[in-house]
């Protein structure tokens, strides 16, 4: 992306993209975030720093305007533009109650 801050369709694209498609947005993202070091994949696992960077945080800020991807994904922030999202498992999508069982067995 080079210094280009996203446009204002980036954000908007963000902040409505059809939650079914989660590795689809987390790619998107992934292909405007400035820094692509600070945006990382590890598994299920992302793992992203801002970078005090306003257009990485303008980024998280459509993030957590996509009320499905904050609630499925959003694991931790904190301080200093560091965050935590985790993509659901193969079994989210096959069962409604498949993420209330991971949770309730304390796998993430």
């Known amino acids: 992306m080079g210094d280009e801050y996203p446009t204002d369709a980036d954000l908007e694209k963000i902040q409505d993209w059809d939650w079914h ?24 696992h992302i793992t992203a720093h801002t970078g005090g960077w306003s257009g990485n945080e303008s980024i998280v800020d459509a993030l957590s305007a996509n009320e499905m991807f904050w609630q499925i994904c959003w694991i931790s922030s904190r301080r200093g533009g560091h965050y935590v999202f985790e993509l659901p498992k193969k079994s989210f999508w096959e069962s ?9 067995d304390g796998i993430k």
């Open 21 to 44: 498609d989660l590795n689809g947005l987390v790619d998107f993202v992934a292909s405007l975030w400035h820094w692509p070091d600070f945006w990382s994949y590890k598994g299920r």
């Open 96 to 104: 409604p109650t498949a993420r209330a069982e991971e949770i309730r």
